[in-house]
């Protein structure tokens, strides 16, 4: 596991794509205990990335900083941005908002048409950083955390992520292209706000996008809203 930050409060990781963010038999807070090398370690799950999906998360260490953190996520003073290669040329920049509805038993999510029973609304503000290749390179920032919320509003329009498989007719030979980037959080303890950004893996696609110069992208990343 590649740990961050870690204090008595709060662990801050990567979390490696395949393996689930919730406390169960090889999830993300077993994985923690192992590295911490204490079984018994009250590690907690206060945010999720979709099993496929890899990145920064952040984990509380006890019940605590896990309230507090959690309230954060709830009033909207939690920042998640996200990086993703799509497929096509995606707009310069936009809001995507849609209702959304989870089928349970076929483990996917749908645009709806009208509001109705399990219906929620999901809205992300995106940013393209560059194209090329019959791909582009956004960056997202979620208003909301439904599951699947990225991948299915840019399939919809026609830019399936690469390596998607749930949402794609031919999928890529490679991993879901969907990088937890980017996290800011108010410290539950001290009250410090602490902010990680970390760049994706130099493999494909994330090092196949001409027009794209890698050592740039971390210098441009300032809030959408700017």
């Known amino acids: 596991m590649d740990i961050l930050f870690l204090d008595a409060s709060v662990l801050v990781c990567i979390k490696p794509a395949g393996v689930l963010s919730t406390d169960e ?5 077993e994985l923690a205990r192992r590295a911490l090398g204490d079984p018994a370690a009250d590690v907690r799950t206060v945010h999720r990335l979709d099993r496929a999906v890899s990145g920064l998360i952040v984990l509380a260490r006890g019940s605590a900083a896990a309230s507090e953190l959690s309230r954060q996520i709830r009033e909207g003073e939690f920042e998640k941005e996200y990086l993703a290669v799509v497929h096509g040329e995606a707009p310069e920049r936009g809001e995507l908002r849609d209702l959304l509805w989870r089928d349970k038993a076929r483990k996917m999510t749908f645009v709806a048409d009208a509001p109705g029973k399990g219906v929620q609304e999901a809205v992300l503000d995106y940013e393209t950083l560059g194209r090329g290749g019959g791909m582009s390179l956004v960056r997202i920032r979620l208003h909301t955390g439904r599951t699947h919320q ?5 399939a919809s329009r026609g830019f399936p992520l690469f390596g998607e498989r749930k949402y794609c007719g031919e999928p890529d030979d490679c991993p879901l292209a969907l990088w937890s980037h980017a996290i800011g959080f108010t410290h539950p303890a001290t009250g410090e706000r602490l902010r990680f950004v970390k760049a994706p893996p130099a493999v494909f696609p994330w090092n196949a996008c001409e027009e794209i110069d890698r050592q740039e992208v971390p210098k441009r990343l300032h809030s959408i809203s700017e």
């Open 25 to 29: 038999a090889g999830g993300l807070p």
């Open 150 to 154: 990225i991948r299915v509003q840019f």
